[in-house]
């Protein structure tokens, strides 16, 4: 069963930063993509950023492109979000998912697997 959990959310002020982290565990050891969703209230889940089960294909939201920065541990276990400049409407549930590819994707129906969540909030 794989399970897959975030980590680094919290309160941050506008054009702050923060790192999200996620970690897969269980399952099958690879190749699979990973990527980020979030969902703020009353809104559907969105697209954030995706990235290849190699670490060398990423693909960004345009809301979020030149301000966030996916990457890959070495494990491949673990996929990170880092972003910059934030701003109020960054303010969501961030989500992690795995797919059972190694392509990224901005589809959130290609993804088999998905987290609980880590929220973020940002001050304006």
């Known amino acids: 069963q794989v399970q897959l959990v975030e980590s680094g959310g919290g309160l941050v002020q506008a054009g702050g930063s923060l790192r999200l982290s996620c970690t897969a565990s269980?399952?099958?050891?690879?190749?699979?993509?990973m990527g980020w969703f979030r969902q703020a209230p009353g809104k559907e889940r969105e697209f954030v950023a995706t990235?290849?089960?190699?670490?060398?294909?990423?693909y960004y939201a345009d809301s979020v492109k030149g301000r966030a920065i996916i990457s890959r541990g070495n494990a491949k276990k673990t996929i990170y979000l880092m972003m910059s400049s934030l701003k109020a409407e960054d303010t969501a549930n961030y989500y992690c998912?795995?797919?059972?590819?190694?392509?990224?994707?901005?589809?959130?129906?290609?993804?088999?697997?998905w987290g609980q969540g880590t929220q973020v909030t940002v001050s304006s």
């Open positions: 269980g399952g099958i050891v690879g190749p699979y993509g």
């Open positions: 990235i290849s089960w190699s670490g060398g294909n990423t």
């Open positions: 998912a795995e797919k059972r590819s190694p392509s990224g994707s901005s589809d959130p129906l290609s993804y088999d697997y």
